[in-house]
C-alpha cells in the first residue's frame, strides 16, 4: 500500500495494518507499506492514531496527520514536527529540527514541536510526571541545541551560534553564562537581536588561551550585585575577543583582562557599554583594546595599566564619578577596590614590566567632574617601560588633557560651548619686525591660526613656549647733542636739542624724554630792515624804519595853502614831477625807498610858497 500526494484517508484508524490470521513470516515479509504524503486522520483523535501497523516500522516518510504518528512507523533521517493544535506532518528530519522550538525523545527517536508550548501541549504530564521537553535555544549551522554549552562545543572551529529567541541562566547547563574552556576555540555568538538576561557574577568568561571569541548583534544584561562582562582569567595568552553591535549592562567591570595575560586583543566596535564602576580595566602585558564607535558610560571609563588602547571612530566615553586624583598604584589584589577616578580615560604606572600606549584618534571623552584623560606616576619613579600617549583627534568635554599628550602638529582649541577639540595645525608665517630706539621687536616665526601656537620653524620641530623669547628689544636711543646757535638775517638759527640718527628723533631735553620735530629745531633768519623817507617837498624829509616785506602805514597828508596833496609817489623826475603813485594796502617795502609827495594847485586860493615836488 503507498499513500502519497493528495490522498485523504479518514477513518478511526486512517490506514491500518495487521495480521489477526497469524500468517508466517514469510508471508508477512511480502507486506510493503509506504506513506509518502496525502492525508491520514483518525476520527477518534485522543484515541487512536492516524497510522497503525503491527508488522511494518519505518514507514512514514511524508504525510499531515491529525495525532502524533507512533515514532516506530517514521522512517529513518525522518521526523514528526508537530504545532500546537497536534497537526503532526513527517518530513526529514533536517527540516524538522530546522522549524522546531522543541523536541521530546520518545522511543529513542525525537518527536519535534514547533514551539515549546506545542510540546508541552501534546505531552501532558502523566501520574504527576512532566515530560522532559528540550526548548531549543540557538543553532550552529541548522542544527538546533537547548544549552549554550553544546552549541559553542559544536561551532568551537569557527562556526557560529545563533539564538532563537531571548534567553536566561536556564538556557546555560553548566555556569549559567558564556564560559570558554577549551583552549583553541573559534567561536561567533550571533544575538540575532535577541537578549540574554542573567543574575550571576559573570557574564562572558574565557578560561583558556589561544581563544577567538565575537558576541554581536544584541543585548546582554547582568543583574547581579557584583557582575563583571567580559574577564580573561589568569594565565590564558593570546585571546582575541570582539563584541560588535552589542548592548551590555553589568553592574560591575563591563570589561575586563587579567594582568598576568599577554597578547589580549579585545574590539569594541559600535557597542552601548554601562555600568556603576569602571567600565573597562585594561592591565594586559601586551595586547591592543580597540574602541570603535562605542558608547560607553560608568563612574570610570577606561582604566590603562598595560598593553595598548585606540580610540576611534565616533565613541563617546562618558564618567559620571567624582573626580578622584590617585595618590597610590592599584597592584590588583582582588581585595582592594580599583579607584574611581572621575576620567574618561586613566592611565596609571606601576607596573613596570610593560609598556602602555594609548592612541586617541577621534571620539567624545567626557568627564563630568574630573579629568578627561589623567596619567598618574608615583614622583621619582624610574621605569624603562614606555609611557606613550598621543591624542591626535577628538572632543573633550570637561578638565581637557594635558598639553604635552597632544601628538606633534596638532594642537588643542577651545571650542564655542566649552569643550576642547583636536586639531592639524595651520601654520602661516610671521615675517620679523625689527626692534627700534624705543620699541621690541619679533623674531621671525610660524603661528597656527586655530589654536595660536607658535613655532621657530614651519616644520614644528621648535615649538615656542614663551612667547617672550621671540621679543627683540629695543635698541634704545643713541642721541648727539647740538648746542644753540642764534639766527642772523643771512643765516638760519639752531635750538639747542638732542638728536638720535637711527631713528631720525629730536629730543628737547638731554635725558630724552620730549620729543620735537626737525622744524621746532630751526630758528628762522633774522628779517632785514628797510628806511623809507617821506619827502613831501613841503617840508623836512620823515624817515621810518620797516621790516622787510612790510606795508606801510599812510602817514598824515601834509598841508600848504593853496596847494592841494595828491598822495605819495615812487619816483621824482629830474623837473620835479612824480609818478607811480605808492599803494599803501599792495606795495610791500622791499629795500630802502624815498616816497614823494604830489601837489596840484588849489584855485582859487592864493597859492603859497610853491613846493618842491610837482
Not at 598576568?260 to 586583543?265: A, E, T
Amino acid at each position: 500500500v503507498i499513500v502519497s500526494d493528495n490522498a485523504k484517508i479518514v477513518g478511526t484508524v486512517a490506514l491500518h495494518e495487521s495480521n489477526p490470521q497469524r500468517n508466517p513470516a514469510e508471508a508477512i515479509g511480502k507486506v510493503v507499506l509506504e506513506v509518502r504524503g496525502g492525508t491520514a486522520e483518525t476520527t477518534s483523535p485522543g484515541e487512536s492514531s492516524a497510522v497503525y501497523s503491527e508488522d511494518c516500522i519505518d514507514f512514514v516518510s511524508g504525510g499531515t496527520f491529525n495525532t502524533e504518528v507512533p515514532v516506530k512507523f517514521v522512517a529513518d533521517n525522518h521526523a514528526l514536527l508537530v504545532d500546537e493544535d497536534g497537526e503532526a506532518t513527517v518530513m526529514t528530519e533536517a527540516d524538522a529540527e530546522a522549524k522546531a522550538g522543541a523536541a521530546v525523545e520518545k522511543d529513542g527517536k525525537k518527536v519535534y514541536y514547533t514551539t515549546e508550548k506545542a510540546a508541552e501541549n501534546n505531552n501532558p504530564s502523566a501520574d504527576g510526571q512532566k515530560p522532559e521537553i528540550e526548548v531549543f535555544v540557538v543553532e550552529v549551522g541548522g542544527k538546533k541545541f537547548s544549552t549554550m554549552e553544546e552549541a559553542i562545543d559544536a561551532a568551537k572551529n569557527g562556526g557560529t551560534v545563533t539564538l532563537l529567541s531571548d534567553l536566561d541562566g536556564d538556557a546555560f547547563s553548566g555556569k549559567k553564562y558564556i564560559n570558554i574552556t577549551e583552549a583553541g576555540t573559534d567561536v561567533t555568538i550571533d544575538l540575532a537581536g535577541h537578549k540574554i538576561s542573567l543574575n550571576n557574577a559573570d557574564t562572558v568568561s574565557v578560561l583558556a588561551p589561544n581563544v577567538t571569541l565575537a558576541v554581536k548583534n544584541g543585548t546582554i544584561v547582568n543583574t547581579h550585585k557584583d557582575s563583571y562582562g567580559l574577564y580573561t582569567y589568569a594565565v590564558n595568552d593570546s585571546i582575541d575577543v570582539t563584541f560588535e553591535d552589542l548592548t551590555l549592562r553589568t553592574v560591575d567591570q563591563a570589561i575586563g583582562v587579567q594582568g598576568q595575560n599577554s597578547n589580549q586583543n579585545v574590539t569594541l566596535k559600535n557597542c552601548d557599554i554601562k555600568c556603576e564602576t569602571t567600565a573597562v580595566y585594561w592591565p594586559p602585558k601586551s595586547g591592543t583594546l580597540t574602541i570603535d564607535g562605542t558608547r560607553i558610560e560608568a563612574k570610570s571609563g577606561v582604566t590603562v595599566k598595560g598593553g595598548s588602547v585606540v580610540v576611534k571612530g565616533d565613541t563617546v566615553i562618558t564618567a559620571t564619578g567624582d573626580k578622584v586624583v590617585p595618590d597610590d598604584y592599584y597592584d590588583g589584589n582582588p581585595d582592594k577596590k580599583l579607584v574611581s577616578t572621575g576620567s574618561a580615560i586613566y592611565v596609571e604606572s606601576g607596573y613596570n614590566d610593560r609598556d602602555i600606549a594609548l592612541d586617541i584618534q577621534s571620539g567624545t571623552l567626557e568627564s563630568k567632574n574630573g579629568v578627561t584623560v589623567l596619567y598618574y606616576a608615583k614622583e621619582g619613579e624610574e621605569t624603562e617601560a614606555n609611557r606613550d600617549i598621543a591624542i591626535s583627534g577628538g572632543t573633550f568635554v570637561g578638565e581637557p588633557p594635558a598639553d604635552e599628550f597632544i601628538v606633534p602638529g596638532s594642537g588643542l582649541n577651545k571650542n564655542p560651548d566649552g569643550s576642547f577639540g583636536v586639531h592639524e595645525h595651520a601654520l602661516v608665517e610671521v615675517a620679523e619686525v625689527p626692534a627700534t630706539c624705543d620699541k621690541d621687536g619679533a623674531k621671525a616665526h610660524w603661528k597656527c591660526e586655530v589654536c595660536g601656537d607658535l613655532y621657530l620653524d614651519e616644520g614644528m620641530k621648535t615649538p615656542v613656549s614663551d612667547p617672550n623669547t621671540l621679543v627683540l628689544a629695543k635698541l634704545g636711543h643713541k642721541a648727539t647733542h647740538v648746542p644753540g646757535k642764534p639766527a642772523t638775517v643771512d643765516t638760519e638759527g639752531v635750538v639747542e636739542h638732542w638728536y638720535c640718527a637711527a631713528c631720525n628723533t629730536y629730543f628737547a631735553d638731554a635725558k630724552l624724554t620730549k620729543t620735537m620735530s626737525k622744524a621746532e629745531t630751526i630758528l628762522a633768519k633774522l628779517p632785514k630792515e628797510f628806511t623809507v623817507t617821506f619827502e613831501s617837498g613841503a617840508g623836512k624829509p620823515v624817515a621810518v624804519v620797516v621790516k622787510d616785506g612790510a606795508l606801510l602805514d599812510e602817514p598824515s597828508a601834509p598841508a600848504l595853502k593853496g596847494w592841494k596833496f595828491l598822495g605819495w609817489f615812487k619816483v621824482k623826475n629830474a623837473d620835479g614831477t612824480v609818478a607811480e603813485k605808492w599803494d599803501f594796502a599792495k606795495d610791500a617795502v622791499t629795500a630802502d625807498t624815498t616816497l614823494y609827495g604830489g601837489w596840484v594847485k588849489d584855485e582859487p586860493a592864493k597859492p603859497a610858497a610853491r613846493p618842491t615836488n610837482k
